[in-house]
């Protein structure tokens, strides 16, 4: 089976936020961050803007610039919902930073499509759900999928077909290579190297001599497409969710309780495949002006009983009622933390809940056996499931 893999990267992730919180920042040339620069929006970027400069030197380059104060846990926050989209695609995810991962999706096609299919999937929930831009490449080895998703932005997606790898690669700036900075590439120029497919023609032991060992096989093995690194799932997730997002004022209350049952289901579904239990039950909620809420409990025992969850959000969904008919929704979601395995605590006899469990257990059977619209709770039935298609946990 050849590996696919996605490198999935949101585009000017702290200006990206902005400007989905506040309407008139859109298509306006923005930095966050005063004394520097900690990202800048794509039409602060024409002008030569970019992170890590001092403030001084963008309003030089651009005069017009306005520069906005980080939000760190609201970025906290947006970076956690689109990590959920992520793991909702596929559990072997790597993430690189608080806004870009790895994704392996081989073995995926038979149950959702080709990659191209899963890349739109994901690029189409992330602006659904989160609001936000996301650029996506794929490729058989992870430095090809980067330079894909680099190749893309902003806001696109492009997939390197299988065969074709060094046909896409070789035309490349040398700069593309990793590794390759400005001291480099002006160094290989020296010698007539410009792009990615005259350094893999060139003897290794030629760019060995100029760069030194490490550096000089490391960059012909990238050059031609050697990269057998795989995707590396690091330490278990503290905490697993879901959401959906929609209009504001295309929901009612009913509709909000469908929403959150629905959003229940998933996540419990989520927890019992990876065999998981959690303690805190948090509602995380986006009013109509975009400002954003979460309330929680914490639970007397640790579960991954639906029911139970989903008890436990109705109360916190109610409780915020009076505030979402002043305020509107445009955004429900669930998460559950303190997570644990679920062998690793000793859960009370469950003489009055063993037989949601078993429910539950029956439930996933059928469910993985003849799909997931296969069964489905009495009020959801006839509902649309989502805004795209789920994907399989």
Known sequence: MRVRILHADLDAFYASVEQRDQPALRNKPIAVGGGIVLAASYEARRFGVKTAMTGRQARALCPHLIAVEPRMEVYTEASRAVFDIFYDTS????????????IDVTGLRRLVGPDEAIAHSLRAR?????????????????????????????????????GAELEFLHPLPVGSLWGVGPVTEAELARV????VGEVAELDPEILVAKLGAAAGHHLHALANNRDPRRVEVGRRRRSIGSQRSFPAGSVDRDGARHLLLEVVERVARRLRTGRRIGRTVV?????????????????????NVTATILDT??????????????????????AIAGLSDDDAVQLTLPFTKGDRRRLDEAVDQIRERFG??????APLAGQPVGDVPLLPD
């Open 91 to 102: 559990p072997n995810v790597e993430g690189l930073s608080i806004d870009e991962a790895f």
């Open 313 to 334: 959000a109705r109360e916190l969904l109610e409780a915020a009622w009076p505030e979402i008919e002043e305020r509107g929704l445009t955004k429900v979601g669930i």
């Open 192 to 195: 007539g190297i410009h792009t």
């Open 283 to 303: 509602l995380r909620l986006r009013y109509g002006d975009f400002a954003s809420a979460t309330r929680s409990r914490t639970l007397l025992e640790p579960t």
């Open 372 to 377: 997931i619209a296969s069964m489905t709770r």
């Open 126 to 162: 992330v602006a659904a759900e989160v609001g936000l831009p996301l650029s996506v490449g794929g490729a058989s080895t992870k430095f090809l999928a980067k330079v894909a998703s680099a190749v893309a932005k902003p806001d696109g997606l492009l997939i390197v077909a299988a």
